[in-house]
């Protein structure tokens, strides 16, 4: 393994990790935030998540794509 193959491997996972961690920190932090209100409004707690998925597949192709 030559030395820019294995910096690449490197970025690549610091990047993955990265990702990985603002998505745990994203999801817990609107969970708690929003828990009061979803918990009256069960559809727009679906449409929320869904819309996180979203957002979350989004986020993880374009990283994926950088690198």
Known sequence: MSAASALQ???STIAYLVVAWAIVIV???SYYV???WLIEN???HLAIYAIWLLTTVGVIYVVSTWF
Do not use: D, E, M, W
């Open 34 to 36: 929003l828990r009061p």
């Open 42 to 44: 069960t559809v727009n």
């Open 27 to 29: 999801s817990l932090g």
């Open 9 to 11: 491997t490197i970025k």
